[in-house]
């Protein structure tokens, strides 16, 4: 059975940093997209940024307009990845989900319906 852990949310103020870790088990995802979304009350689940996998032990990272410069995704071993967030604004508020690909594909999936696991949730609150 697969489970994705996801640690590290919490409170902090506006312009300060947070970093977000998720572990998975269950099966290995060397060969897959590993990544972040988030969604805010009342809003649609939204892509924060991913890492893909290109071949050998290469990955690349994609992140959404809102967080390229102020956030930084890696791939710490085939089923964990990172998020470390700087420069948080109160709009960066919401619960943030960890999610796994089971397709390799050609481009990086943005969409939450192309991934086939996700985490539990931590919650990131950021005050202004």
């Known amino acids: 059975q697969v489970q994705l852990v996801e640690s590290g949310g919490g409170l902090v103020q506006a312009g300060g940093s947070l970093r977000l870790s998720c572990a998975a088990s269950?099966?290995?995802?060397?060969?897959?997209?590993m990544g972040w979304f988030r969604q805010a009350p009342g809003q649609e689940r939204e892509f924060v940024a991913a890492v893909r996998w290109v071949g050998g032990t290469s990955y690349v990272a994609d992140y959404a307009n809102s967080t390229k410069g102020r956030f930084t995704i890696s791939r710490d071993n085939a089923n964990e990845v990172s998020l470390q967030m700087n420069g948080l604004k109160p709009e960066d508020t919401a619960v943030y989900y960890c999610a796994a690909d089971g397709f390799t594909r050609p481009t990086t999936a943005i969409e939450a319906y192309e991934y086939d696991y996700w985490g539990q949730g931590t919650q990131v609150t950021v005050s202004s």
């Open positions: 269950g099966r290995t995802f060397s060969s897959y997209t």
